[in-house]
């Protein structure tokens, strides 16, 4: 018997049966859209860090990372340094504001929605935009997953297809996703999210404890065999250009617009929850990334000779699980990395889904639609929503491509335009709705264009002077315009006063 396919069969139960149970207990406890997006805003602090982290992390923190730190040596490191600062800074200054203007602001359970109620705007001009450039990328964004998932899965179950491998892969986060919705998902994550520090601690302990390691090693100099890329480790943090120095930090930036991560700041249940949750969050982060730094350069003690020829660096984790633990438990550690790019497509599928079902469908089509019913829709565009990711991920040639070149620039683009107009909408009274339409216009045009006509040429991360530039329009049109009405200053008052904890 193959320990480790059964580890994985015992996994995906696990998953479904999460799914099955929140699809009953919704059913018993009445369906509504606040239940199915946002789990009612009853998620714990425990439940909103891990999920909340676990949706961030992709197959990138075991696979990607590990992989080009293994190559090039720790230059590569300052992307995780990015987002370690990026994640606590984000939990510290937006979570629980966010989740108090959230509630304040006729209790949004969307991100677009929240961006509409906060300047109690008529028009849903805000909420279309946002949830249109929701809708597109998230579906991009889960064909990536589609993609990372299933390549994983043939690595680690001989003779599947990757056809069929896709298609499990899309089945069961699909099942869960539609049966249970916010709560599924976030469980689910929470899972996920404690396989995966585990997997993350477990490999490098148990590598140290058995291998007579060699210091020295790390400085051999490897030769790509396919291509001649010669792979030679730079001890040096400070060795990186300028450049990738600062496109680490732009990546920080990313999380302040964010929906599938912010999201779960509007879901816990008090806002005075949210401190436990960023200390755990904050923790779970720091830890993982620098875990993953050290596989890395163990790795490159210990099987870099037989990895690097082949340009197989991202396979390093995979490597020593199962260089280091028995069939079944190494199963276990490489569900880590399927349960990385799960926990990831979920998050935004149920985005992707809830966008349009709450700021499109809702507000333009079927106004007066029960809760069932938009229970239902969300259910339908969910199951949309993966069928044409499959086929995205299933596309070949230059359509895969595209795909992988748009999934890199989604976070640019939704850092650009969503987080200034985020960050000031929970920090300044005077903040209006035509700065925020600004905001998220002028960032998202100056991310677009940076990376079509300076990206190259500069070597700068467009998310950056898109960032920029988002928060410039942002406040100059605000300035420029009229300021807020007293019922929208009311909001502003109300979700930043000390003692509101609804």
Avoid at 282 to 306: F, P
Avoid at 492 to 500: Q, S
Wanted: aromatic content about 12%.
């Amino acid at each position: 018997m193959n320990y480790e396919v059964l580890a994985f069969a015992l996994y995906f139960v696990m998953v479904l049966c999460i799914g099955i149970f929140f699809f009953v207990r919704t059913r018993k406890d009445g369906e509504s859209e606040k239940q199915y997006f946002l789990g009612g805003r009853q998620m714990g602090p425990w439940v909103t860090a891990l999920s909340a982290q676990a949706s961030d992390m992709s197959a990138w923190l075991l696979m990607g990372l590990p992989g080009s730190v293994l190559a090039f040596g720790l230059g590569k490191a300052w992307i995780g340094i990015g987002l370690a600062l990026g994640t606590a800074l984000n939990w510290i200054f937006v979570a629980k504001r966010l989740r108090k203007f959230s509630k304040v602001s006729n209790d949004a359970i969307t991100l677009p929605e929240y961006l509409q109620n906060r300047f109690l705007a008529k028009k849903p001009v805000l909420s279309i935009i946002a949830a249109i450039v929701f809708l597109i990328s998230f579906t991009i964004y889960v064909a990536s997953g589609f993609v990372a998932g299933s390549t994983v899965f043939v690595s680690l179950v001989p003779g599947l297809t990757r056809e069929t491998a896709m298609l499990i892969f899309a089945a069961v986060i699909l099942l869960y996703t539609f049966l249970g919705g916010f709560r599924a998902v976030s469980w689910t994550d929470f899972l996920q999210g404690n396989l995966m520090f585990l997997a993350l601690l477990a490999v490098p302990i148990v590598c140290v404890l058995v291998e007579d390691l060699d210091p020295s090693a790390v400085n051999t100099v490897y030769t790509n065999l396919n291509d001649g890329t010669e792979y030679a480790f730079v001890a040096n943090l400070f060795s990186a250009s300028w450049q990738d120095i600062v496109s680490g930090f732009a990546w920080g930036l990313g999380y302040f617009g964010m929906p599938h991560i912010l999201v779960r700041f509007m879901a816990i249940k008090k806002p005075s929850m949210i401190k436990k949750s960023a200390t755990v969050a904050i923790i779970w982060v720091t830890i993982s990334l620098a875990a993953s730094l050290v596989i890395a350069y163990l790795g490159r003690m210990v099987v870099a000779g037989e990895l690097l020829p082949d340009g197989a660096q991202a396979t390093v984790f995979i490597h020593l699980a199962r260089r280091y633990f028995p069939a079944f438990l190494s199963g276990i550690l490489l569900a880590a990395i399927i349960a990385a790019s799960m926990s990831t497509a979920d998050s935004q599928l149920l985005v992707a889904s809830s966008s349009f079902t709450n700021d499109i469908y809702k507000p333009l089509i079927r106004k007066n639609a029960s809760d069932k019913e938009l229970v239902w829709v969300a259910r339908g565009v969910v199951a949309l929503v993966a069928i044409i990711a499959y086929f995205l991920a299933n596309a070949r040639g230059s359509g895969a491509q595209a795909i992988m070149e748009l999934v890199e620039n989604a976070w640019g683009l939704f850092g650009a335009a969503f987080g200034p107009v985020v960050l000031l909408s929970v920090f300044w009274k005077r903040f209006n709705y035509a700065g925020a339409v600004a905001g998220v216009l002028g960032g998202a045009i100056v991310d677009i264009l940076w990376y079509n006509l300076l990206s190259a040429s500069t070597g700068v991360y467009e998310l950056l002077p898109g960032f920029v530039a988002g928060f410039l329009c942002a406040v100059v049109v605000t300035l420029v315009t009229k300021a807020p009405s007293a019922e929208v200053e009311a909001i502003y008052e109300k979700a930043t006063d000390p003692d509101y904890d609804e």
